[in-house]
Structures are given as structure tokens and as C-alpha cells.
């Protein structure tokens, strides 16, 4: 073969190399800026799938609803209180967990979920009974696991200390090990768990060793084999109801409900 | 000698298949085949950046230095395959959530490495990308074969439609559990090495070292 040998001189290999990756950068950010809106449309069908996913499984237990049966709200997570002011349909918590303006540094001691930071606000969805009293409390959980982050449902009862089920809805761990939190045997055991013991403090989590150990009624069984995936669920859950998470907001319903008698 | 461009284009499927005669890209083809539909996206993408990548680097060959030409050519590839895996999310994105990190993973797929630097950094351009198509293509007969046997026997199933009924559904067929496994993905590609070799004795590798015969003790 008589082929032409490129030169070897370093302004050479620099000057390849700085155009090749530069027309590799301005082609992969064209492909990703120009496919954005698709892919989050699917993204957000998805969402919707999946929460007709969580109605569907509560349908057991609970009611047969549709998605307009479900009362969205945003609610700032710090002093538990609804906010009104920002509009319910176009919250993007993801994009608002990673700006500083609209999130909030979580003290390491408290990081649990090994997320860093949390949005200020969360949309919250509740599902009320015919009295108007609150039925179902639906809040949108995330997590690290093992190699990616695990987002979920976690569907409270009214009474604010029960979990009535957990659905996880995206994550990569690894097929047929850690992505068996979406088997709905694992996913069973979170139904009807006590999350906090009679004194209110926070007692949920995944047992992660052999054996009963303390607390046994507020945990699930981990998966074997995927206890990195399990560790990330079991900080998910603790981080989620505890006061950095949801517990400010599950305290001001329960005061509604005492306050409504 | 050159080849024919249809030599070029199907030498790679049974005579040079890059998977079952340079055991190369196994890591996917265990990971992606427990359902026919994934193995067969997975199969049109690995053609599509073979084909690409190897064209491409084709082009430029005579213009990329000796000593770079390792990391000009990983750009590239990666670059092809970030854009088919936005690709996919956008226009597959049930089967794309399936196939999670493997598409990424297709960057470190040696068999479109190897074309890169094997083949299409010394070769024109049209027989660079039908040697990438021809070996996408080899690699995909042997997924396709795979997926299709692990679905159908794991599941009764071939692209989701169900052909023999479970026990749990009240049918005869006990599903082979072990089908969904990695292993059993060694399992068939080692047969189909084995049945292609002992069609093709050619094929066969001389062993590297023998054992040595036991000597009789010297009296």
C-alpha cells in the first residue's frame, strides 16, 4: 500500500486534534440542543405514564382515580408551607435542584440521599376523599444508588406516618440486579410500612444484614446483591421523611387535620 | 489483491466475524440480548456508527497524525455515538431506557476500534464504511441469533409476542430462567463458535501451548 503518512510534528497533532474536537463538540451540542424538545416530551409523557403507573397501583387499595383527580401543589420544603406563587404545571424540580437560587445546600450529616442539594420546592400531588380530607399524600423522591440516581413515588397515607407504596419510576442500576427495586416483589413490601414509631421519630429503612435487628416492622428486605442499590434506597426514604425532606410539610398536615377536627 | 466490494461487505458475517472468530464485543452482546427488540436496535446501531465511524476516519486518514491517531479516532466515535444514543431518545426512548449504558458503552466496543484502526486507516473510503456495515453487520447476525434464542426459550416469547404459554398462565412451557442470565449468552455464542469452526476447520486457532508428553522414567 502506498499511502500518505501524515507528518508527525506536534503542531500538526495539536492542530488535528483541536479541529477534530471541535467540530465533534459543535455536531454532539447541534444533536443535543436540536433533539431536546423531543426528548423531553418524552420525558414528560413518561412522568404522566408513570404516575397513572402509581394510580393504577393504588387502585388496589385505594380508589380508581385519573390523573384530574389529582390535586397538585408546589410546597416549600423548608417551612412546610404551600407556595402559591409559582405555577404548579411548568415546576421543574430538576432544573431547580441544580441552580443556587432555587435550591439548598443539604448539611453533609443530613445527606442521606447523597444528593448535596435539594430544590427549595417540591410538587406534591394529594388525592382527598369525598370529605375533602386528605387520602393519599403522593411526593416525588430521588436518591443515589449504586451507579445512577434512583427517582420514585412515594405515596404516604393521610395519616402521614404510613407508606402505602413506593414506585420507582427512572433509574440505571444494573438489569436484573439493583434494577430489581422495580419488581413489584420488592416494590410489595412497601405496602402499608409504618415510617415513624409511636413517638414520631423517623424509623424506616432497608435491612441490609441478615437477620430481624431492631426496628424490624418499619424495614423491607434489602436484595442481595445489590446492597449498594438498597443502601441508596434505604438513605432515599430516610433522607426524603426526615426534616430536610418532607417532615416540616407532613407536620403542617398534620396540624390541618387537628385543626379540622 | 483487493477485494470485491461484496467480498469486503461479507466476508465479516460468517468467514471474519468479529464476534465469533476475533471474540471481540462480547461485553454487549451479553448484556443486550435477553429480548430480540433490544438486540436488534442495538444491532442498527452498531452498523450505524461502524459504518460512520469508519468511513469518516477513512476520509481523514491521510491527514491524522501517527501520534494522535488513537485519541482522533476515540473522538470520533464517541461523538457518533453520543448523537445516536440523543437519536434514540428522542425517537426510541422505551427501547433506549433498555438498553441504558450499553449504547454509550459502544464506544468502547473493540470491534469498532479495531475496523478504525485495523481497517479504514488505510483503505478508501467506500471500502472502509462497507467494512464497517459488513462488520456491523456480523456482529448483528450473531446478536440477532442470540437474542432470539434467549427470548424465545427465556420467555416464550419473540419480539413481545407470545408464542408458547407460560406454567404461570396456565400453558405447558416452563420458562428457562437461566436464558435471561448473562451466561447463557456464553453459552450460545460458544456453540455458534464451535459449529461455525467445525464447518470451517480454517478457523480453528493453533493451540499455543501443548502439552508436553509425560516422559518415561529412564531406567
Known sequence: MSEVIAKDTTRRALGVAVTVAFVCALLVSAVAVGLRPLQKANVEAERIAQLELVLEALSGIGRTLSIEGLDARIVELGSGKYDHSIEVSTFDAQSAAGKPATSTAIPADLDFAGIKRRARHARVYLVRDTDERIELIILPVYGRGYQSTLRAWLVLDGDTRTVRALKFYQHGETPGVGARIEEPAWEAQWRELPAYDDEGVLRIGVRLHAGAGDYSEFKVDGISGATRTTQGVDGMMRFWLDEFGFAPYLQRIREEQADAG | ????????????????????????????????????????????????????????????????????????????????????????????????????????????????????????????????????????????????????????????????????????????????????????????????IWYIRSKRPQQVEEPEFTLRRQQPESK
Open chain 2, 1 to 192: 489483491m483487493r477485494d470485491s466490494n461484496w467480498r469486503i461487505l461479507t466476508r465479516p458475517l460468517i468467514d471474519d466475524n468479529p464476534l465469533t472468530l476475533q471474540i471481540l464485543g462480547i461485553c454487549s452482546a451479553l448484556a443486550v440480548t435477553t429480548s430480540l427488540d433490544t438486540a436488534l436496535l442495538m444491532s442498527l446501531v452498531v452498523v450505524c456508527v461502524l459504518a460512520l465511524g469508519s468511513g469518516s476516519i477513512s476520509l481523514m486518514r491521510s491527514y491524522i497524525p501517527h501520534s494522535v491517531r488513537i485519541i482522533v479516532q476515540i473522538t470520533i466515535i464517541a461523538t457518533l455515538v453520543i448523537v445516536v444514543d440523543q437519536v434514540l431518545q428522542a425517537y426510541a426512548f422505551e427501547l433506549s431506557k433498555r438498553l441504558s449504558v450499553f449504547v454509550g458503552l459502544i464506544i468502547t466496543n473493540c470491534i469498532v476500534l479495531g475496523r478504525a484502526e485495523g481497517y479504514a486507516m488505510h483503505n478508501g473510503v467506500v471500502a472502509s464504511t462497507l467494512d464497517g456495515i459488513g462488520n456491523g453487520l456480523g456482529y448483528s447476525l450473531i446478536l440477532v441469533i442470540v437474542g432470539a434464542l434467549r427470548e424465545f426459550f427465556g420467555k416464550g416469547s419473540l419480539l413481545n409476542v407470545q408464542i408458547l404459554t407460560p406454567t404461570s398462565q396456565g400453558g405447558s412451557f416452563e420458562p428457562l430462567q437461566l436464558m435471561l442470565l448473562p451466561p447463557s449468552a456464553f453459552f450460545i455464542i460458544g456453540g455458534i
